[in-house]
């Protein structure tokens, strides 16, 4: 059953296509380019100090929310999106706005009907799938001298070996809510300080999850129909202003697959640990609410 969302894939541009085989390529050639960008956001932006990361960020965020920031729209869209106005019409501007003011706006667009699939689970949310692997296959990085696992992603003193682990990057045309993947209950809403290093998983080669290890995220667990936790982390970058929960999403609250649960205000990455693996392989778009 096809969902909207899968609809609305399918009015994209060859330039998903072309984040896919920009991954793909340096994957196999880490070149000059590569390392250049990774030396600045780690070796320069990253061991800069939080607070001043956080300030550079938020004035980039800011030139996003001014009202001149809305005659970027229309010629965005038109790059990215194969039928721009096709694309459009299968959103509304947030908070019941009657148009967009912002690009900021555009970027926390909203569906007008709902996401919906008849599969459980599903994918929280839209993006490039860059990495994938069982929870116990995913190495230790070094964050400046601290060697952190991969229960550090979700806060957590661990996850059990025959988890799964995958990395989800949200390009800026994506759209950049996050839904829950199962029904259950919300059991822990963690918000986590950190750095805000750049996201592009192509410029970390072997470590594509890198950022996720040390940048600001907020994790959530959900305890499904089964008993089962499905941990979230929402990762921040560069120009995010927040990770904003959704109305009435607390700790204790009921969701549903498919339910809104937190959304990103510019830049994003979402990582999960499940106790099931999905069919989806690496460098494969991801479309929100679509089979996990």
Not at 12 to 26: A, P, W
Not at 183 to 190: E, S, V
Not at 251 to 272: E, H, N, P, W
Request: glycine residues 4%.
């Amino acid at each position: 059953m096809e969902t909207q969302s899968m609809s609305v894939l399918k009015t994209r541009n060859k330039d998903n296509n072309s984040s896919l085989n920009t991954f793909s390529t340096y994957k196999r050639l880490y070149n000059w380019q590569s390392r250049i960008i990774r030396y600045i956001a780690i070796s320069v932006f990253g061991n800069m100090p939080s607070p001043i990361q956080k300030n550079i960020s938020y004035i980039y965020g800011r030139m996003f929310e001014t009202h001149l920031s809305r005659f970027i729209i229309k010629p965005y869209c038109a790059i990215q999106f194969k039928n721009s106005k096709n694309y459009l019409s299968f959103f509304k501007p947030p908070n019941n706005k009657t148009s967009y003011k912002t690009f900021q706006d555009f970027f926390t667009r909203e569906f007008k009907n709902k996401p919906k699939s008849s599969k459980v689970p599903v994918w929280a949310c839209e993006g490039l799938l860059c990495e994938a692997d069982k929870i116990r296959n995913i190495a230790s990085v070094n964050v400046k001298g601290d060697i952190r696992n991969v229960e550090t992603v979700f806060g957590v003193n661990s996850i059990p070996d025959n988890y799964y682990f995958t990395n989800v990057f949200l390009h800026n045309n994506n759209y950049h809510r996050i839904h829950s993947p199962v029904n259950g209950t919300i059991t822990r809403i963690q918000r986590i300080s950190g750095d805000l290093v750049l996201l592009r998983p192509w410029i970390y080669i072997n470590e594509p999850s890198l950022p996720a290890f040390r940048n600001e995220r907020v994790n959530i667990d959900v305890v499904d129909e089964n008993n089962k936790i499905w941990y979230l982390s929402i990762v921040g970058g560069p120009g995010v202003a927040t990770i904003l929960m959704s109305n009435n999403i607390t700790k204790g609250s009921l969701v549903k697959a498919g339910q809104q649960i937190a959304m990103f205000r510019l830049g994003s990455t979402f990582c999960m640990a499940a106790p099931k693996a999905s069919s989806k392989k690496i460098n494969e778009p991801i479309d929100v609410c679509a089979k996990y």
